[in-house]
């Protein structure tokens, strides 16, 4: 069993970078069932501007932030969100200040380069975990660096393997909507763990997405919405997204990691004029 302190590190790592999902776009869609349109719009999530979010934890709200899409010269897109928080720790020993997080991709949805920074609050041994990581000849290399006041530690991780012609789908992706949704519809996700893939013997593990009509709470109102449960067989559901039924609308996110839970909670849209 690690220390408590190694296991609140990587309930911060799993936070900061929101896990790293991808899925295949050639599987074998008649055993995984065929995904939905996860390689988005990129142009209408730039024309989204900034997307205002709430964040959760046991009903109580901890922190608020923002998420946006922002396109790059060479025709990539770069996926950002940033939040703050004031009441918001991990297993009562590492407490949150502020996370930020980007995922580059290609007009395709093709993962390329991640990044993240997670800031923690009047924290003894660490002041902030950096993480990075771009895809090179089919592999990502993990850059994780610890920073307490001026001392960096840098923590070696083993390069892994992402699928091949992988596009990014990650639950707590903050996107704007989710199209082509369907009652009953189910897919396969391999799941990449930067940390289990340190260890020899340890194989990728698998997520099922499956989904579901049902209703959300959203604004004191019952929204219908579609709900995406994502589980490794046999285990319990690991994270949620809420898509509003008739437009797409992302409106929540759930998340559940080493006993720490999340929610993602869209905050109300502006009124149209």
Same mark, same amino acid.
């Given at each position: #069993?690690?220390?408590?302190?190694?296991?609140?590190?990587?309930v911060a790592f799993w936070l900061?970078?929101?896990?790293?999902?991808?899925?295949?776009?050639?599987?074998?869609?008649?055993?995984?069932?065929?995904?939905?349109?996860?390689?988005?719009?990129?142009?209408?999530?730039?024309?989204?501007?900034?997307?205002?979010?709430?964040?959760?934890? =046991?009903?109580?709200?901890?922190?608020?932030?923002?998420?946006?899409?922002?396109?790059?010269?060479?025709?990539?897109?770069?996926?950002?969100?940033?939040?703050?928080?004031?009441?918001?720790?991990?297993?009562?020993?590492?407490?949150?200040?502020?996370?930020?997080?980007?995922?580059?991709? !290609?007009?395709?949805?093709?993962?390329?380069?991640?990044?993240?920074?997670?800031?923690?609050?009047?924290?003894?041994v660490f002041d902030m975990l950096?993480?990075?990581?771009?895809?090179? !000849?089919? $592999?990502?290399?993990?850059?994780?660096?610890?920073?307490?006041?001026?001392?960096?530690?840098? #923590?070696?991780?083993?390069?892994?393997?992402?699928?091949?012609?992988?596009?990014v789908l990650n639950p707590m992706?903050?996107?704007?909507?989710?199209?082509?949704?369907?009652?009953?519809?189910?897919?396969?996700?391999?799941?990449?763990?930067?940390?289990?893939?340190? $260890?020899?013997?340890?194989? #990728?593990?698998?997520? =099922?997405?499956?989904?579901?009509? !049902?209703?959300?709470?959203?604004?004191?109102?019952?929204?219908?919405?579609?709900?995406?449960?994502?589980?490794?067989?046999?285990? =319990?559901?690991?994270?949620?997204?809420?898509?509003?039924?008739?437009?797409?609308?992302?409106?929540?996110?759930?998340?559940?990691?080493?006993?720490?839970?999340?929610?993602?909670?869209?905050?109300?849209?502006?009124?149209?004029?």
């Open positions: #069993m690690p220390p408590r302190w190694l296991t609140a590190l990587i900061g970078t929101t896990g790293w999902l991808v899925y295949r776009e050639v599987a074998d869609r008649v055993h995984s069932g065929e995904p939905p349109r996860f390689a988005i719009d990129l142009t209408d999530e730039v024309s989204a501007n900034t997307i205002a979010w709430n964040v959760l934890q =046991k009903g109580e709200r901890v922190g608020m932030g923002r998420s946006w899409v922002r396109r790059r010269p060479d025709r990539t897109f770069e996926l950002r969100s940033e939040f703050r928080f004031h009441e918001f720790s991990v297993l009562n020993v590492l407490k949150f200040r502020k996370m930020t997080s980007m995922y580059r991709v !290609d007009a395709d949805g093709h993962f390329q380069a991640l990044a993240a920074e997670v800031y923690f609050e009047n924290n003894p950096e993480v990075a990581g771009e895809l090179r !000849d089919g $592999f990502v290399t993990p850059r994780v660096k610890c920073h307490s006041g001026r001392n960096v530690i840098d #923590m070696p991780f083993k390069k892994f393997k992402v699928p091949e012609r992988g596009s992706h903050l996107v704007n909507k989710i199209h082509d949704l369907y009652d009953g519809q189910t897919w396969h996700i391999p799941l990449l763990d930067p940390f289990g893939a340190q $260890f020899p013997g340890q194989s #990728m593990h698998e997520l =099922k997405a499956e989904v579901s009509r !049902d209703r959300l709470v959203w604004q004191n109102q019952a929204t219908p919405c579609f709900r995406i449960d994502y589980r490794e067989p046999g285990k =319990k559901v690991t994270a949620r997204t809420w898509v509003r039924s008739n437009d797409g609308l992302v409106l929540q996110q759930e998340a559940a990691h080493e006993g720490q839970e999340i929610i993602l909670q869209r905050e109300k849209l502006p009124e149209s004029k």
